[in-house]
């Protein structure tokens, strides 16, 4: 039965725990009640990703509140299922009188993070949970590998990630230390819509433990073992954390391992919620990278590499120097541009240099991405003779690969080290990459040759993604509507050979023929394989997101000029002819 705003409104500040939150409440009631209706037109939903969404008073938004429900709610579950008898998961359910389990809570610099980690302890600590408190804002890596490491139950990081300023989300993590899939976030879920008023969940003032420093060097002990013993360590990084948490953790696991101290980027290396550099605090958005690039012209002698964290530090981009003049594998210099000099590398072409890097050092176990990544990573595997993977998007599908070894997603995310952080860890993936260009530097070469390397071999991959922010949710909805009802049957002159929805339950992986779980996603091969799409609505943002893929021949490395122009034209193409066709 539909409630009054207004009335919903009144309840909510009956028991909400927060002071600011409901001075902010009792304003819009004063001044702006019809402004009620969108924050109370329903409960923000408990998924896969856990909690996201903007901070604020009312069950649509990101508050005490809301964290102190879901908390119950997930106590309820690790009380009565697999999980609560500690360790990994146990094959029968242990039932309500089964040993307190512990949970390990992280959390970044957000606004109301370490409020909402707090909450969180003391509601496990009332439902008969043993619960632990990282010692300070830290990168979701170290909480993801702290569940391991003590064994733990189940974690929850209290992050955003990339989001804006005026969000924060609410990560779980179970068993092993991966993130949720179904069923665990539906049956999660329904215990959070079953608790009652917040009176009768119990918040002791105490009883949970904070954890010392000890977790954060077990941590780096464990990163710098990514690393080959005596591998060279002679390269200079610009670093910038864009705000986060992951400067200082990044800082402390490069020098402990042996390479000179990265140069931060003064103006973004400290937490800070409000995020003032940059209107996204992702490094994949136009200007995030802006001062790292200017840091790193200033800086004489120059350095090799910039690398950036986003503000958790579970995702790592990289940009290296620009090479080879206008016909290179760079293009032309863009002069006046922010990046000038500088090039970001696109995740699969880091994603394609790591899993070569673990190649070359005979790493055995599966190599794994996403159905929306790159084919390279597949054809790296084949030819080493190793297993090969495709998942659907999301590490907490990476993770669960048989045997992994290696594992990657487009979006900058790289897993080094499955057996330590059973999650994407920009922290180790930036260390693996420096000690790559190391060693390729002592022999007079680069990123960016190794990268020519391996498109004469396997051929020229290039990938782009056209990325629609929305401002409705709807909007995705009816995007994807129009392409199932007129699905494109030529893009940029190549026919579409195959169209897959997704949705339709059984999906099968183009190159490894796992079955994959139905995800809202569209996926066209064109031309037999020579070129690729996959349309998807982003599983934590609103954005539509449309990755697009070619592949050129190269028949050795004279060849790549022009094969690099091709592909350019082709993707250029690929993306105007899609959004014509997605109405976007």
Same mark, same amino acid.
């Given at each position: 039965m539909h409630r009054d705003p207004i009335e919903q409104a009144h309840a909510w500040l009956a028991e909400d725990p927060d002071p600011?939150?409901?001075?902010?409440?009792?304003?819009?009631?004063?001044?702006?009640?019809? *402004?009620?209706?969108?924050?109370?037109?329903?409960?923000?939903?408990?998924?896969?990703? /856990?909690?996201?969404?903007?901070? &604020? %008073? /009312?069950?649509?938004?990101?508050?005490? *509140?809301?964290?102190?429900?879901?908390?119950?709610?997930?106590?309820?579950?690790?009380?009565?299922?697999?999980?609560?008898? /500690? &360790?990994? $998961?146990?094959?029968?359910?242990?039932?309500?009188?089964?040993?307190? /389990?512990?949970?390990?809570? &992280?959390?970044? $610099?957000?606004?109301? *993070?370490?409020?909402?980690?707090?909450?969180?302890?003391?509601?496990?600590?009332?439902?008969?949970?043993?619960?632990?408190?990282?010692?300070?804002?830290?990168?979701?890596?170290?909480?993801?590998?702290?569940?391991?490491?003590?064994?733990?139950?189940?974690?929850?990081?209290?992050?955003? *990630?990339?989001?804006?300023?005026?969000?924060?989300?609410?990560?779980?993590?179970?068993?092993?230390?991966?993130?949720?899939?179904?069923?665990?976030?539906?049956?999660?879920?329904?215990?959070? $819509?079953?608790?009652?008023?917040?009176?009768?969940?119990?918040?002791?003032?105490?009883?949970?433990?904070?954890?010392?420093?000890?977790?954060?060097? %077990?941590?780096?002990?464990?990163?710098?073992?990514?690393?080959?013993?005596?591998?060279?360590?002679?390269?200079?990084?610009?670093?910038?954390?864009?705000?986060?948490?992951? &400067?200082?953790?990044?800082?402390?696991?490069?020098?402990?391992?042996?390479?000179?101290?990265?140069?931060?980027?003064?103006?973004?290396?400290?937490p800070d919620p409000d995020f003032p550099t940059v209107a996204f605090p992702n490094p994949e958005e136009p200007g995030a990278m802006d001062l790292a690039f200017a840091t790193a012209r200033a800086l004489e002698p120059a350095p090799d590499l910039v690398i950036a964290n986003d503000p958790d530090a579970d995702r790592c981009a990289v940009a290296v120097p620009l090479s080879n003049g206008p016909d290179g594998p760079d293009g032309p210099d863009p002069g006046p541009d922010p990046g000038a000099g500088w090039r970001m590398l696109r995740g699969d072409e880091v994603g394609a240099l790591l899993a070569t890097h673990l190649v070359h050092r005979h790493a055995r176990g599966t190599f794994a991405t996403t159905i929306v990544s790159s084919a390279l990573l597949a054809r790296i595997a084949v030819a080493a003779g190793l297993p090969y993977e495709e998942t659907l998007t999301g590490f907490k599908w990476l993770a669960r690969v048989d045997g992994l070894r290696y594992a990657y997603e487009e979006a900058l995310g790289y897993c080094v080290d499955p057996a330590g952080v059973r999650d994407k860890d920009g922290i180790t993936a930036a260390l693996l990459v420096a000690e790559l260009a190391a060693e390729l530097r002592e022999s007079g070469r680069t990123l960016t040759d190794l990268l020519d390397d391996l498109a004469v071999e396997h051929g020229l991959h290039a990938t782009d993604q056209l990325s629609v922010r929305v401002t409705e949710l709807s909007a995705l909805g009816t995007v994807m509507a129009r392409l199932r009802d007129r699905p494109p049957r030529r893009l940029a002159d190549l026919p579409v050979t195959a169209t897959e929805d997704l949705t339709a339950g059984t999906a099968v992986s183009a190159v490894s023929g796992t079955p994959l779980p139905p995800t809202d996603g569209l996926r066209y091969v064109l031309a037999d394989g020579t070129a690729r799409v996959v349309v998807r609505p982003s599983g934590t943002e609103p954005k539509l997101k449309c990755y697009l893929e070619v592949v050129v021949p190269v028949s050795d490395a004279s060849a790549l000029p022009a094969a690099r122009t091709q592909a350019r034209e082709v993707l250029a193409r690929l993306a105007a002819e899609l959004a014509e066709a997605a109405g976007i």
């Open positions: 600011e939150t409901r001075e902010e409440l009792r304003q819009l009631l004063d001044t702006a009640p019809e *402004s009620l209706a969108d924050r109370f037109a329903g409960t923000l939903q408990f998924g896969t990703a /856990g909690l996201r969404g903007e901070l &604020g %008073a /009312g069950p649509m938004r990101m508050n005490r *509140s809301v964290v102190i429900r879901a908390a119950a709610g997930l106590a309820a579950y690790l009380r009565t299922e697999e999980y609560a008898g /500690g &360790g990994p $998961a146990a094959a029968e359910p242990a039932g309500p009188a089964a040993p307190a /389990g512990l949970v390990v809570i &992280g959390y970044d $610099a957000r606004y109301k *993070s370490a409020e909402f980690a707090r909450d969180t302890a003391a509601v496990l600590t009332g439902a008969g949970l043993r619960a632990a408190l990282l010692p300070r804002p830290l990168p979701t890596p170290v909480l993801a590998f702290a569940i391991r490491h003590l064994d733990a139950v189940a974690g929850i990081m209290v992050t955003a *990630s990339h989001n804006p300023p005026g969000d924060n989300g609410y990560k779980v993590y179970l068993g092993d230390g991966s993130q949720l899939v179904p069923p665990h976030d539906t049956r999660i879920a329904a215990e959070i $819509a079953a608790v009652g008023p917040l009176t009768g969940v119990p918040r002791p003032e105490e009883g949970w433990t904070t954890l010392d420093e000890d977790v954060v060097d %077990a941590y780096l002990a464990r990163a710098g073992g990514v690393l080959t013993e005596g591998s060279p360590r002679g390269i200079r990084v610009v670093h910038t954390a864009l705000h986060g948490v992951g &400067g200082r953790t990044l800082r402390e696991a490069f020098v402990r391992a042996g390479f000179p101290a990265p140069v931060p980027v003064t103006e973004q290396a400290e």
